[in-house]
């Protein structure tokens, strides 16, 4: 008799990339003007160590607002990636939605609507129930919370300031560095 292998669900922190990995400085069209938040490399080393995927969920109106195109953040995403491998810190995905309702098509992707989240969770194999959405902004909390994640807000970047949604976070930390040691433990 063979047993069959459970279909083994994987848990993920979704994380919001400017604000929250690097700092939040307007339009982010090159590397150059990438610069991470003390601790980052910690915090995506904790994560990774404690068996989580690391999946990155980023509006990028830029492409939409034509202040760059598509294959130049599509770019600045694979060296994303490539430096942190680099570093021994495996990112399993970038997601970016392109779109913004002012320029173009209204779409399913650009948070806090989860288009984003349900490919990841398609391709991962992902519990939503037992994963997190990490953000700077009320779309990332709200998008954490329409797709059933906990939620937790950071200080950096916006900090939650941009209160264009009515939503509460499950946790409020000062960082990403101190949110992950504190969720580890949770």
Not at 70 to 87: M, T, W
Not at 105 to 112: E, H
């Amino acid at each position: 008799m063979v047993l069959k292998k459970k279909n083994i669900k994987n848990v993920a922190f979704f994380l919001d990339r400017d604000g929250v990995i690097n700092h939040e400085i307007g339009y982010i069209n090159s590397w150059k003007k990438i610069k991470f938040y003390k601790n980052t490399f910690k915090a995506l080393r904790l994560i990774q160590k404690s068996g989580y995927k690391i999946i990155i969920v980023t509006n990028q109106s830029i492409i939409a607002r034509k202040i760059a195109k598509k294959k130049e953040i599509q770019n600045l995403h694979y060296k994303f990636i490539d430096f942190f491998e680099k570093k021994n810190i495996k990112i399993n995905k970038i997601y970016f939605c392109p779109h913004h309702p002012k320029f173009n098509k209204n779409c399913n992707c650009r948070k806090p609507k989860n288009g984003m989240i349900l490919k990841a969770k398609k391709k991962f194999n992902i519990d939503l129930k037992k994963s997190w959405m990490i953000g700077d902004k009320s779309s990332d909390i709200k998008v954490g919370k329409v797709s059933g994640l906990k939620t937790v807000l950071v200080k950096t970047g916006y900090g939650g300031l941009d209160k264009n949604y009515k939503v509460k976070p499950d946790y409020v930390f000062e960082n990403l560095y101190k949110a992950i040691t504190k969720i580890i433990k949770i």
